[in-house]
């Protein structure tokens, strides 16, 4: 079997010409939904991100403000322009991108953003009501990897999906997701062992551990759904997933490409969450007008 690729690149370029519209449409109600990226220092990865952040705003019509700290900021510096942003009537999502330098605790970080403005999805707020199953923010990658199974049609309910890693930003989340969709789910993480009687098991795998090659054609199940959320370079300086994609892709039914995969699925679902929040604020404002 050849697995089908899931096009992530695709997917996320026609869900941007979906956002166009919606944005136009909140803008003629007079609002423009805007977003505040916090970059600290000068992480090149991080730079690149938020670089990509930004030009997706633009392209669907989302004001975004960049404000950039240098890696010297203290706590208080940071969590002041935080405040400041909160009370922002421009500004309805906020975004501080990690990691962050040691001096600074990111959970004090994410506590002091308004979780109406939450659309990282990190705040506690939201992932308390995500674990209840409440509407909320859902942090941007596992919503991502949602969206993609279903531009699909891959079932969740029923399935066994197996999570590898349980990072706050995508393996616990996923897997709360995966449960909320009526899924079984297994989380496995660095003290799994054996990873690969775990893995064979999995119709829906999804692997985010950051490690090249973790993954081989002999650690899934025949006509297993594979998502790869690593992003590694390897020694030839070229970005990989965890996933061996070219000899697991001849085992699964559905894989994801790095690059191309899940990383566009994710700047794309922080643009919805964007979207989401001006959306609230606005009916908000709308009915206490
Ligand atoms: N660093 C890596 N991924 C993310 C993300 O999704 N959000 C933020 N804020 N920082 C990140």
Do not use: W
């Not at 790095?258 to 566009?264: F, L, R, S």
Request: net charge positive; hydrophobic share 40%.
């Amino acid at each position: 079997m050849t697995a089908q690729m899931i096009d992530g690149k695709a997917i996320a370029a026609a869900k941007r010409q979906e956002m166009k519209t919606m944005v136009a449409e909140l803008k003629s109600e007079g609002v423009v939904p805007g977003l505040a990226v916090i970059l600290v220092g000068e992480n090149p990865a991080s730079m690149s991100y938020v670089k990509g952040k930004i030009r997706d705003c633009k392209e669907v019509g989302i004001y975004s403000r960049l404000l950039r700290l240098p890696d010297t900021v203290t706590e208080a510096e940071l969590l002041d322009e935080i405040k400041k942003l909160n009370e922002a009537d421009d500004i309805h999502g906020i975004l501080v991108q990690l990691p962050l330098p040691e001096q600074i605790s990111e959970q004090k970080v994410i506590q002091t953003i308004s979780p109406e403005k939450d659309v990282d999805g990190f705040h506690p707020t939201s992932l308390g009501r995500m674990m209840t199953k409440q509407d909320s923010f859902v942090p941007c990658t596992p919503a991502g990897i949602m969206e993609m199974l279903k531009a699909v049609h891959v079932p969740i309910a029923g399935k066994h999906v197996v999570v590898v890693g349980r990072s706050n930003i995508v393996g616990k989340p996923a897997s709360l997701l995966f449960l909320n969709h009526n899924a079984t789910v297994t989380i496995c993480h660095s003290k799994t062992t054996p990873l690969a009687q775990y893995t064979k098991q999995a119709d829906v795998l999804v692997v985010a551990v950051g490690r090249a090659g973790l993954i081989g054609a002999e650690d899934i199940k025949p006509g297993a759904v594979v998502i790869d959320v690593g992003m590694n370079r390897n020694e030839k300086g070229k970005l990989v997933g965890d996933v061996e994609f070219d000899e697991v892709k001849e085992k699964a039914s559905f894989i994801t490409p790095v690059p191309g995969g899940v990383g566009p699925m994710t700047r794309v679902m922080l643009l919805e969450n964007t979207l989401k929040a001006a959306r609230k604020i606005n009916q908000y404002r709308k009915a206490h007008a």
